[in-house]
Antibody, heavy 119, light 110 residues
């Protein structure tokens, strides 16, 4: 069974760093792209970027380039999304999802990680 | 402002049919495949349609997708109360070199 299991909810202060994770199982982790999608409270979906764990090829949305870092460790089938300095506006639900091709055909999704940034 | 434009809300009675539009441009919908997602309250999105009109395994044929020019449409027939959700279109944007989603449409089954 294909599963993407994300790390738990986080509460952070502005300026702090954070790295959340997404562990894949039940399929060849290096053969699919993993994407990250942001959903701010009460708002729509925003495509942040994707990574191909097989070779770490990474693409970012222009809106998120330089704001976050996407990485993966194929030895443990885990992808990451990290911030070096959080802002209150980073408060959102973050989903990871799997796609065969670079794009938006995400067939399996993680359960989401809620990140709350507040002083 | 989303690159793809969807109506904020649509509604219809149980058993009826509804369509949800998604309007873009030649850099996105016009030259790339469109996907559609259903997001039930408090849950992760679910892929309903990919490659404009294909349904993943397990998605009932009540859900259909089409594309014409720079617009795409999601159709849902035989509406059920369980279809009440937010629906999103998405595609690749060649100008942005990034995927984009529409702003989402809230479906109410009256």
């Amino acid at each position: 069974e294909v599963q993407l299991v994300q790390s738990g909810a986080e509460v952070k202060k502005p300026g702090e760093s954070l790295k959340i994770s997404c562990k894949g199982s039940g399929y060849s982790f290096t053969s699919y792209w993993i994407g990250w999608v942001r959903q701010m409270p009460g708002k729509g979906l925003e495509w942040m970027g994707i990574i191909y764990p097989g070779d770490s090829d990474t693409r970012y949305s222009p809106s998120f380039q330089g704001q976050v870092t996407i990485s993966a460790d194929k030895s443990i089938s885990t992808a990451y999304l990290q911030w070096s300095s959080l802002k209150a506006s980073d408060t959102a639900m973050y989903y990871c999802a799997r796609t065969m091709v670079q794009g938006v055909d995400f067939d399996y999704w993680g359960q989401g990680t809620l990140v709350t940034v507040s002083s | 402002q989303s690159v793809l434009t969807q109506p904020p809300s649509v509604s219809a009675a149980p058993g009826q049919k509804v369509t949800i539009s998604c309007s873009g441009s030649s850099s996105n919908i016009g030259n790339n495949y469109v996907s559609w997602y259903q997001q039930l309250p408090g849950t992760a999105p679910k892929l309903l349609i990919y490659d404009n009109n294909k349904r993943p395994s397990g998605i009932p044929d009540r859900f259909s997708g089409s594309k014409s020019g720079t617009s795409a449409t999601l159709g849902i027939t035989g509406l059920q109360t369980g279809d009440e959700a937010d629906y999103y279109c998405g595609t690749w944007d060649s100008s942005l070199s990034s995927a984009v989603f529409g702003g989402g449409t809230q479906l109410t089954v009256l």
